[in-house]
């Protein structure tokens, strides 16, 4: 029958297992709220009146908000995959250095924002709560930092290896496809993590990015994020 075809579908068990994960609800969230933003903002821009304009508002801050109490305890996570990057025997200290960075960078900012998360839903108001935030972005901002630095020395270290590869044995064929596929993937996250740095940046006041490029911003590195981990429940 049709409906037991669609029940039983491949694609349907991929879906369930993608959505069991809240890494997966997470970056689906993401992706509206960050979209939202960019519709909002263009809505405002061509002049479209204020009850078009508020749904969207609402989507950015409740979805938001919503993500602040999924993320809540995570910090713990990246403040044990700090101790492992310090632990690990990685024979080059930059991509060391620049993994213990990333880490302690999104422990603290996941840190800053829980304590943030009981201001923003009215649990128990603080004074302290706009220090908080903006504390938790430029954590956020160094664990990118830090991320950056590591895919662009990594691309630097593929390239020199690619060029010391002539192709003309099987060995070398499948080193360079590897080197290639590797590649391919640093400069995903590299285009994800400069992405996502336009968030720290325009709220610190470090950079004037208006919504609409923070929203596109957001929503592309957070369509990166779904299709990664798509990808790993398939």
Same mark, same amino acid.
């Given at each position: 029958?049709v409906?037991?075809?669609?029940?039983?579908?491949?694609?349907?068990?991929?879906?369930?297992?993608?959505?069991?994960?809240?890494?997966?609800?997470?970056?689906? $969230?993401?992706?509206?709220?960050?979209?939202?933003?960019f519709?909002?903002?263009?809505?405002?821009?061509?002049?479209?009146? *204020?009850?078009q304009? *508020?749904? =969207?508002? +609402?989507?950015?801050k *409740?979805?938001?908000?919503?993500?602040?109490?999924? /993320?809540?305890?995570?910090?713990? !996570?990246?403040?044990? &995959?700090a +101790?492992?990057?310090?632990d690990?025997?990685?024979?080059?200290?930059?991509?060391?250095?620049?993994?213990?960075?990333? *880490?302690?960078?999104?422990? $603290?900012?996941?840190? =800053? #924002? &829980?304590?943030?998360?009981? #201001? +923003?839903?009215?649990? /128990?108001?603080s004074?302290?709560?706009?220090?908080?935030?903006?504390?938790?972005?430029? &954590?956020?901002f =160094?664990?990118?930092?830090?991320?950056?630095?590591?895919?662009?020395?990594?691309?630097?270290?593929?390239?020199?290896?690619?060029?010391?590869?002539?192709?003309?044995?099987t !060995? #070398?064929?499948?080193?360079?496809k590897?080197? !290639?596929r590797?590649?391919?993937?640093?400069?995903i996250?590299?285009?994800?993590?400069?992405c #996502?740095?336009?968030?720290?940046?325009?709220?610190?006041?470090?950079?004037?990015?208006d919504d609409?490029f923070?929203?596109l911003?957001?929503?592309?590195?957070?369509?990166?994020?779904?299709? &990664?981990?798509?990808?790993?429940?398939a």
């Amino acid at each position: 029958m049709v409906a037991d075809a669609l029940v039983y579908h491949p694609s349907v068990a991929h879906y369930l297992r993608y959505i069991a994960t809240t890494v997966g609800r997470d970056k689906l $969230l993401r992706t509206l709220q960050y979209f939202s933003r960019f519709y909002a903002w263009y809505l405002l821009r061509t002049n479209r009146p *204020q009850s078009q304009i *508020q749904p =969207f508002e +609402a989507m950015k801050k *409740q979805f938001g908000l919503g993500r602040k109490m999924m /993320r809540v305890g995570k910090n713990i !996570e990246h403040f044990k &995959a700090a +101790a492992v990057a310090v632990d690990s025997k990685v024979a080059d200290p930059v991509l060391k250095y620049c993994a213990v960075g990333r *880490q302690l960078g999104y422990a $603290l900012y996941l840190s =800053f #924002d &829980a304590i943030a998360y009981l #201001d +923003a839903a009215g649990i /128990r108001p603080s004074q302290a709560a706009k220090w908080l935030q903006q504390e938790a972005y430029r &954590a956020w901002f =160094f664990g990118l930092f830090c991320s950056t630095l590591s895919g662009v020395y990594t691309l630097y270290q593929l390239r020199i290896k690619g060029q010391a590869i002539d192709k003309k044995t099987t !060995e #070398d064929v499948v080193e360079s496809k590897r080197l !290639e596929r590797e590649r391919s993937a640093t400069n995903i996250q590299l285009l994800s993590d400069l992405c #996502d740095m336009t968030i720290p940046s325009t709220a610190l006041g470090w950079a004037n990015f208006d919504d609409g490029f923070v929203g596109l911003a957001g929503t592309i590195s957070s369509i990166i994020g779904v299709l &990664a981990v798509w990808k790993k429940t398939a």
